[in-house]
């Protein structure tokens, strides 16, 4: 905001004196898009010898008088090319007779208009790691510019995945929130501000985020085989799609009767395709219950564990 101290006003004669010579009110004051206010002279019905129009220009957001200017009478506009845009004023213009007395103000209240010179450039878009929840993404964003930030109607914001579904969503506030589809998806996020009226549209600012790291589900058994002295296991693992966390590794800890303990800790080359993950557990005694704990590890950590109970045969 540009503040200019008001300057004093002359003495003002308001009186019914007949000594007196107050000029008529003004009409037609408009404000036009390029912050150029005009108006019609004053009705004069006494004749009086007007010189001047003074301008009193007042912020509405706390009714104060922000600045004055004195024309002469043959000057019926003023450019107040400084105000702030897309902000509320009310403007009073009175005419000034040659023996400083005002007339009756008209008075006038506008809303500045956007300029096309209005920077809606982004300074940023980040995200918010504080806010939502694991399967939630927070973004927000802010002007470079404060000023054309008041004059925004909506900004527009598409975002996508690397399977490259755009989606665009329009919205007045500086955040935006989507839900996640998958673990460790990495999403790309592209934000505008607009200006409504008129249609102005400032440079997109385009940022990827990595998608929150999740750890599995649990694996699903699908087959347990055993004999006398071995058992081989087959476990699904977390469908890729769900979660595309990489995954590290089937981790199987065995305790049978009486001091039988196994810890095989399987690698696995993970794709998108996920395939089943065998497992063979050896040199286990014949026809004695064992009892298996088995979690899925990625790189965000290991799930909970399953457990799966079998009885090796007879010899």
Known sequence: MKVFAPTLLVAIFLASSNAVCIPGQVSNVVLSSNYSLSWSEASNPHNCTISNYVVEVLDDEDSATIFQVQTVKNILHYNFNFLDMCKSYSFNVHALTSDFVLGPADSYSATTEPLDSANLTLAYVELDETEGS??????????????????????????????????????????????????????????????????????????????????????????????????????????????????????????????????????????????????????????????????????????????????????
Request: charged letters at 20%.
């Open 134 to 315: 694991d399967d939630v993404m927070e973004v927000s964003w802010d002007l470079a510019s404060d000023e054309a930030s008041r004059c925004v109607t909506s900004y527009r914001v598409s975002y996508w995945d690397e399977r490259n579904k755009p989606q665009e969503q329009f919205v007045s506030a500086k955040s935006f929130a989507f839900e996640e589809e998958a673990a460790c998806r990495n999403y790309s996020l592209q934000v505008s501000a607009i200006i409504g009226n008129p249609d102005i549209e400032g440079p997109a600012l385009t940022a990827v985020f990595p998608g929150h790291s999740k750890v599995p589900d649990v694996p699903t058994s699908a087959n347990v085989s055993p004999t006398s002295n071995s058992a081989t296991m087959i476990w699904k693992l977390e469908a890729y799609e769900k979660n595309l966390c990489t995954m590290l590794a089937l981790n199987v800890r065995t305790l049978g009767a009486p001091n039988d303990e196994t810890n095989l800790r399987i690698l696995v080359t993970d794709n998108l395709l996920r395939p089943d993950v065998i497992v063979t557990l050896t040199r286990l005694s014949a026809n004695t219950v064992y009892t298996s704990y088995v979690n899925a590890e990625n790189i965000a950590g290991t799930s909970k564990d399953v457990t799966v109970m079998f009885q090796t045969t007879d010899e």
